[in-house]
């Protein structure tokens, strides 16, 4: 397996110092690691994709340097019309390196959502034209790897694309979490929503941690389940 903070070590050594993008399960460890180790101007949490694909080519115009941009393979979607209508060689010629963890990966168990999304994801970055490789808890060397990756994406001016299988990192625990200043939590505001809803009203709730809360209080109140649609998948 691989540490987080060796492979953060490479990148920067290949002069990438503002990093950006969507959380993802299969990267959390390196997602952590770049949290506790980059300042507020280095490291921005975008809202989706798309912003990420745009933090990032704003750092390039304005410096020269190429950032990081890490997401879950099923953020790709959100992510292709600015890498093609934006950073696109044919366009802005904006390098930039891409950090994609690969859910659904065929011949490994992934729910429902992931499936269709990972046995095209190959496919749909060799579409994209873009140069990617995989990286894994068994390559063999990462620091050449990366550098020959960069080094395509400097030569051809476009985004290049690392596609990180489940299980690459090894374990990274925060130093800090960050503490929680709000007055209301997100389950707070879903048990207040779902208390003043009438008998008719139908909820329709977000992918993940929602879907799951509006589940587990529905029946912590015994409320049945037929008003509700509780989505697994449409990220973003």
């Not at 390098?95 to 065929?106: A, D, F, I, N």
Request: negative net charge; aromatic residues 6%; charged residues 25%.
């Amino acid at each position: 397996m691989l540490e987080p903070g060796h492979l953060f070590q490479l990148i920067k050594e290949e002069g990438i110092e503002f990093f950006t993008g969507v959380p993802d399960s299969l990267l959390k460890h390196f997602c952590a690691w770049v949290q506790d180790h980059s300042s507020a101007k280095e490291h921005v949490i975008a809202a989706n994709e798309g912003n990420a694909i745009g933090l990032a080519a704003g750092v390039f115009l304005g410096t020269g340097k190429p950032a990081l941009v890490y997401m879950q393979n099923s953020g790709l979607g959100n992510a292709i019309n600015p890498l093609t209508s934006l950073t696109d060689p044919e366009v802005y010629q904006i390098p930039m390196l891409l950090m994609v963890g690969w859910r659904g990966e065929p011949g490994k168990g992934d729910q429902p959502q992931h499936r269709k999304q990972g046995r095209i994801t190959p496919q749909l970055l060799d579409v994209l034209d873009l140069p990617w490789r995989i990286l894994d808890g068994d390559t063999s060397s990462p620091a050449s790897l990366v550098e020959e990756l960069c080094g395509e994406m400097r030569e051809q001016q476009k985004p290049a694309v690392l596609l990180v299988r489940a299980g690459t990192f090894e374990n990274y625990e925060r130093d800090e979490i960050d503490a929680n200043t709000l007055s209301m939590t997100r389950e707070d505001s879903i048990q207040k929503i779902i208390d003043g809803l009438e008998p008719r009203d139908v909820v329709v709730a977000t992918t993940g941690k929602t879907s799951r809360e509006v589940y587990e209080y529905r029946n912590e109140r015994g409320d049945g389940h037929g008003n509700d649609f509780l989505n697994i998948g449409a990220m973003g």
